[in-house]
């Protein structure tokens, strides 16, 4: 609960970027008349949309388990990451609808110096704060955290060329640049929502761990595999911040209940080392009975003295 407690501030920190700079982007873009700006400022109210989201979905899955959510309320955060996704197609509409209206309606550009400024401090404070929500995402393994982070930076990208198109209409007179660039902007919003939709939707589906931490895993199982012990079956999943683990442990049949346990704890021990927080079950098993070697339509290989076991 503290983790998610300190989880939210940085949700609220998002949020109060998107007001100020939803306002900042809103003046530029009323003061220029530049359909970049407005398209800017569009993303800009799609981050205040998802940084409340982010902050109603980490207050979810901040909940303890209860009589009917077992397991806890992790994945809610994936919805966020889902909703910011669609929300993303939302905006890109809005600003490529404006960008053909421009095109065939063109019109110059006004207080070009105070729009670039006041749009850039604004991509500087989305930088910032994008930043600082990847890093506190990835650390605590929160995909809500993540995205809006992600999101973010699209914006900082957005503000870079919706400037540099401002900087050339000024310099050349060419106003045609100012709606390609809207335009540019709005396709690259769209591939930033369609992946935030595909990570989430893999997400909701139990996605395996990363392939650093399968092999991570994997190896740690090797290690403890010997004449009496092996293991097999071993499958991984991700649940929002939780990491999960499911392998079979073969024992001599002769292994007393204590024994095994021992064995398990050992091995516990030396993975949560590896992979901190990561919650391990395993099957017990006598290795004698053929009935232990299951097969599993997948599973992370176990490699032991370059054998899969």
Do not use: C
């Not at 989880?7 to 700079?21: D, E, F, H, I």
């Not at 008349?33 to 940084?51: K, M």
């Not at 053909?100 to 850039?120: C, F, K, M, N, Y």
């Not at 929002?240 to 049949?253: E, K, Q, S, T, W």
């Amino acid at each position: 609960m503290e983790k998610s407690t300190n989880l939210m501030k940085y949700a609220w920190l998002s949020l109060a970027a998107a007001v100020v700079t939803i306002t900042m982007k809103m003046v530029a873009w009323r003061i220029t008349g530049s359909v970049g700006l407005l398209s800017d400022a569009a993303e800009s109210l799609i981050n205040f949309v998802a940084a409340i989201m982010a902050i109603v979905m980490l207050s979810v899955a901040a909940k303890p388990p209860d009589h009917n959510h077992h397991f806890g309320h992790d994945k809610a955060e994936y919805f966020s990451a889902a909703v910011e996704g669609i929300l993303i197609f939302v905006a890109a509409a809005l600003i490529i609808v404006a960008a053909i209206d421009r095109l065939i309606h063109p019109q110059p550009l006004e207080s070009v110096s105070a729009g670039v400024i006041i749009s850039t401090i604004a991509a500087a404070i989305n930088g910032a704060v994008g930043m600082i929500l990847i890093r506190v995402g990835k650390r605590h393994r929160s995909p809500t955290l993540v995205a809006d982070g992600k999101h973010l930076w699209t914006d900082v990208v957005t503000s870079i060329g919706v400037v540099a198109a401002i900087i050339l209409v000024a310099l050349t007179g060419w106003t045609i640049l100012d709606p390609i660039v809207a335009l540019l902007v709005g396709a690259n919003i769209i591939f930033t929502g369609t992946k935030l939709v595909w990570e989430s939707t893999q997400g909701l589906m139990d996605i395996t761990l990363p392939d650093e931490e399968n092999k991570t895993l994997a190896g740690v199982l090797a290690d403890f595999t010997n004449d009496d012990v092996s293991f097999h079956g071993l499958r991984t999943r991700v649940a929002g911040r939780n990491r999960f683990a499911i392998a079979d442990m073969l024992v001599p049949g002769d292994w007393s209940v204590q024994q095994s346990h021992d064995r398990f704890k050992e091995v516990q021990a030396a993975i949560d080392s590896a992979l901190p927080g990561i919650q391990v079950q395993f099957h017990i098993e006598p290795k004698e009975d053929p009935r232990a070697y299951g097969h599993f339509v997948t599973e992370v290989p176990i490699i032991v003295n370059d054998k899969e076991k």
